[in-house]
């Protein structure tokens, strides 16, 4: 211990010689005796440490005894240095002086009984508590170090580090110093570099040393709070007396004692700046906790004596050593370190000092600390940084940051201080306008919302732009509605262009939030924006041109839902529902106008085609102007929005203009190939081609121009492809996977419609249609899909009766055109019998005759019978009826139907459906059925209990043909009287 306290004071001494710029010429030789030296100081304290056998008394002797002489070796190599090398560093001098002296005296005792060194104590120092009573020398280093050479904190001592001389009196002045707050027990020697005081120091009535020493009639000095406080005692002025003298005082004058305050303070001053190179080295060393703690201590109320003690801490170099300490493994340790910094960056100066050697990031990850003063003094220490706007960017700049502060703010409700400084930090922060937008990405919204009501017209702008950017989730969009949306009209009215771009860039964020459309449009901003879009103004000369966001508001405000028709739009009396918004818009649309233009007008008037009379203008207006050629020829614009907006309206009006937009597309150029695209694959598929094929299949389906149109392209083939693609892998892979089948298999059926054009005859043969519908009728999740099927199914069927022929022996010409199965050919054996279909009477085929039988199409419409969608139901039904016509034979197609159950399929769809037309057309299955059925089918069908009140119901409900139907059935159930006279119901 004795020996470690030795070279510890000597390495100052050491450092001071290796780095000084008077640089003595024997420099080199001193420093390697003096490395030497403490190799073999090493060496001889490694013999003491081996635990193999015991250190027997001679043994232990003859170590002690080399060590003394390596510290004496040591002591004269330090006396070497001459003077000069610490230029005017008087304390410097004496202190190598002094330990040099001490080192060539140097005598360690040795005690006489065997002593077996214990392994706990090898490989570390003891403090002063640790060492036995008996054993402490009475003048002893306070802090013991182990000095090996692997010791890596000993070439971290300050390069330039004082030391000043040991004072006699440290003992009784640490007994009444109060400028440091904690003790310094585990500091390096402070008396090393404490200067001496004096007995005058002292108030001898607090025996602490003066801060204001004031001096009385008597001529004793006191401290002025005292000696106030001892005067206030006496009541009678004539019994004051002095405390120190007992001399009667006739007058409580006070005298300021300038001379000795001015001493006190340039000696605390002195000392503090020992204290400071004191706090440096204990830093530099960092041997233990408690020496780093007490370090920091002990700055810390440096600090809080006087200011400029701050600036001196900071011009000394100390800071890049202090923000070492943040990443310390000893919670005190990060705390004290926190609490430092912060006392040090109390000044704009000291701030920008510590963020230059200071990682903020740093102390944002201890925000997240569960250790609760860690978290308060690094709240603390940004509060005190965030005081500085420079620094307020590069805080919210610390990725996750600025999240963290608004966590704390919002989560941590039962840590009422964080609450209240991470609350404070956040304002501060706020100085920044990209801090209030990065708190608003991460959901703390307030900041840009109050400096958007609240502030200056530019910063109003900034927030505006800032809040048409960011992405609003759903629980924050409404709230900004309601907050921000007068603000945002207010600066509709009364901003200069810029603001105005804002705040249209703000309005068309809140409004995409459908929610939001009944909180703007009571903010009248449906006004503002129609006469923005049809009378755009104009601000100091310049065309304010917000016409495309206007338009895009307005189309948000209307898919919202909000009622527009009785809506007024400007002064003249106008709503949104009037042929004059109508005209005005549609004009807009024929105009050359930008494509994302465009496409809001056309999002407009289809919100407007919602409404009977505005659809009914539009339609009037698009059939009497070119505007149904500029709605086709957008199909084809590059701008995929527009294109699809462009279809989506003319599919809303083709029930009414179907024919005219079907004549047009086929008179456009690249059209109506272009619409068929074949995707890459089922995940590939895009909105516009599914939105392509669904206008295809919805204009008229009886157009035969654009069927041949359509058919002279080659479409078909890939049409079907896709289609097998996509049953093979299913319609969730992608989307639209699911809208492109409807429209591909509505495309198929729409040939259906024509087939008494040859080509169509012959394609549909081809193809084999009737397999194909009757393959997706149940491989298809898609409702729609399946209506389609049953419809095409249904007109395929209409036309088997007319294509179904009794067999003939010779192949007549037109078997020769359309080749049938070889069981049909009139090239087969005579002896081999041809089949006649019951139903049509004739030789039939699913591919040739579209035969449903034949198809095995039966047992699926049936199938598709048991359908909660009313539309698949009526279709298949439909479907079945044309095996149930005059034209075939019904005797035996009841029969056959029977075979499968029908009857019984159809009675509860009457049961459980009330839709018109599926009722009649069921009603009208049940009366074929008992009209050609005989006794079997009547029997079947009036077991049915729940018939009667059904049919009962359908009399006196239902429209003209349903009730005739119900009526027929009733009276073959002999549920109501025969008509004997020519009374007609």
């Known amino acids: ?325 943040v990443e310390y493994k000893d919670t005190n340790v990060r705390r004290a370190t926190l609490e430092l910094l912060r006392e040090l960056a109390e000044d704009d100066e000291g701030k920008e000092m510590v963020a230059k050697v200071m990682d903020i990031s740093t102390t944002i990850k201890m925000l997240s600390s569960d250790q609760q003063p860690i978290r308060h003094a690094a709240l603390l220490f940004l509060l005190e940084l965030s005081r500085s706007q420079s620094l307020c960017e590069k805080i919210g700049s610390v990725a996750g940051g600025i999240l963290m502060l608004i966590t704390i703010k919002y989560n941590w409700s039962f840590d009422a201080f964080a609450l209240e400084k991470a609350d404070e930090i956040l304002k501060n922060l706020e100085t920044s306008p990209n801090n209030i937008k990065r708190m608003a990405d991460n959901g703390y919204l307030e900041p840009l919302l109050h400096h958007l009501i609240e502030g200056c017209e530019e910063m109003k702008m900034e927030m505006g732009s800032y809040l048409g950017e960011i992405a609003l989730g759903h629980d924050s969009k409404t709230y900004v509605a309601e907050r921000a949306s007068p603000a945002l009209v207010k600066m509709l009215h009364t901003g200069n262009t810029l603001t105005k771009k804002a705040a249209f860039k703000a309005l068309e964020q809140i409004s995409s939030y459908h929610p939001n459309g009944k909180i703007l449009v009571e903010a009248g901003i449906v006004k503002i924006m129609v006469e923005e879009m049809l009378n755009p103004r104009k601000i100091h000369n310049e065309t304010m041109n917000s016409i495309k966001e206007a338009a895009a508001i307005l189309g948000n405000l209307l898919e919202s839902g909000i009622e527009f028709e009785n809506l007024e739009v400007n002064t003249h009396g106008h709503t949104m529902g009037s042929d004059y918004i109508v005209y005005s818009i549609i004009h807009m649309l024929k105009n050359s106008t930008p494509d994302e233009l465009n496409t809001n007008l056309i999002r407009i008037l289809l919100c407007l085609a919602k409404s009977p009379k505005s659809n009914a203008t539009i339609v009037s207006v698009v059939r009497e102007t070119e505007a149904s050629y500029t709605l086709i020829e957008l199909i084809n614009n590059p701008h995929e929005e527009l294109g699809i907006a462009s279809m989506k309206l003319l599919i809303t009006l083709s029930p009414y203009l179907g024919h005219t937009f079907a004549e047009r597309l086929c008179k456009t150029r690249g059209q109506p190939e272009s619409l068929i695209q074949s995707p890459a694959g089922t995940n590939q598929i895009t909105e516009k081609q599914a939105v392509s094929a669904n206008f295809l299949a919805d204009l008229p389906h009886q157009n035969l121009r654009l069927n041949l149109a359509l058919l002279s392209n080659d479409s078909v083939p890939m049409i079907l492809q896709s289609i097998h693609q996509m049953q093979r892998s299913g319609t969730r892979t992608s989307r639209y996977a699911s809208a492109y089948l409807e429209g591909l298999v509505g495309i198929i059926v729409r040939f259906t419609t024509t087939l008494f054009e040859p080509q169509m005859l012959f394609l549909a043969r081809n193809h084999n249609f009737t397999s194909v519908l009757t393959e997706l009728l149940t491989k298809t999740s898609s409702d729609k899909v399946q209506r389609l099927s049953a419809i095409g199914l249904k007109n395929l069927s209409s036309e088997s009766v007319n294509l179904s022929k009794p067999p003939q022996i010779k192949r007549t010409k037109f078997m020769k055109f359309f080749k049938l199965p070889r069981s049909l050919s009139a090239g087969s054996s005579k002896s081999k019998k041809i089949q006649v279909c019951p139903v049509h009477r004739g030789a039939c085929s699913s591919q040739n005759t579209f035969c449903l039988v034949d198809a095995k199409a039966v047992e699926r419409l049936l199938a598709c019978l048991e359908h909660e969608n009313a539309e698949v139901i009526e279709a298949a039904l439909s479907a079945l009826c044309t095996l149930l016509d005059d034209k075939v034979d019904v005797d035996k197609s009841v029969s056959l139907l029977s075979g499968v159950d029908c009857i019984q399929h159809v009675l509860n769809v009457v049961k459980e459906h009330r839709e018109e037309g599926l009722r009649e057309k069921s009603l009208w299955v049940i009366e074929r059925f008992l009209m050609k059925g005989g006794d079997r089918s009547a029997s079947y069908i009036s077991q049915d209990r729940s018939l009667p009140a059904t049919l009962v119901s359908a009399f006196h409900h239902g429209d003209g043909s349903t009730k005739q139907m119900a009526a027929k059935i009733l009276r073959h159930l002999n549920q109501m009287p025969k008509v004997t006279t020519n009374f007609t119901i």
């Open 1 to 325: 211990m004795e020996l470690g306290s030795y070279l510890y004071r000597a390495s100052p001494a050491i450092i001071e010689l290796q780095t000084t710029k008077n640089t003595p010429e024997n420099a080199m030789r001193i420093l390697q005796s003096l490395s030497k030296s403490v190799d073999l100081a090493k060496n001889l304290v490694g013999q003491c440490q081996k635990d193999s056998h015991p250190i027997s008394d001679p043994e232990l002797g003859s170590i002690i005894e080399q060590l003394e002489g390596v510290i004496k070796l040591m002591g004269e190599e330090l006396s070497l240095i001459p003077p000069s090398t610490f230029g005017d560093q008087e304390y410097a001098k004496i202190a190598v002086r002094s330990v040099s002296k001490e080192m060539q005296n140097a005598r360690f005792g040795v005690c006489q009984t065997q002593v077996t060194i214990p392994k706990a104590l090898q490989p570390r120092a003891l403090s002063l508590e640790e060492l036995p009573k008996e054993q402490v020398p009475t003048e002893r280093d306070l802090y013991s170090i182990d000095f090996s050479t692997d010791n890596p904190q000993l070439p971290d001592i300050p390069h330039h580090m004082n030391v000043i001389p040991k004072s006699k009196c440290y003992r009784s002045q640490r007994n009444h110093e109060n400028m440091s707050n904690g003790s310094l027990k585990n500091m390096p020697q402070v008396t090393q570099f404490m200067e001496p005081f004096y007995e005058t120091f002292f108030c001898p009535l607090t025996k602490n040393i003066m801060e204001d020493p004031v001096t009385i009639e008597s001529g004793v000095t006191y401290e002025r709070k005292a000696i106030t406080e001892w005067f206030e005692k006496y009541n009678n002025s004539a019994e004051i007396c002095c405390p120190a003298t007992g001399q009667k005082l006739l007058s409580k004058g006070l005298s300021t004692n300038i001379a000795l305050k001015t001493t006190i303070e340039e000696w605390k001053e002195r000392n503090e700046a020992a204290r400071i190179k004191v706090a440096r080295a204990a830093l530099s060393l960092a041997i233990s906790e408690s020496m780093v703690l007490e370090a920091l201590n002990d700055l810390q109320s440096i600090c809080g004596r006087k200011p400029y003690n701050k600036v001196q801490i900071r011009n000394v170099g100390m800071l890049p050593l202090i923000v070492k300490f």
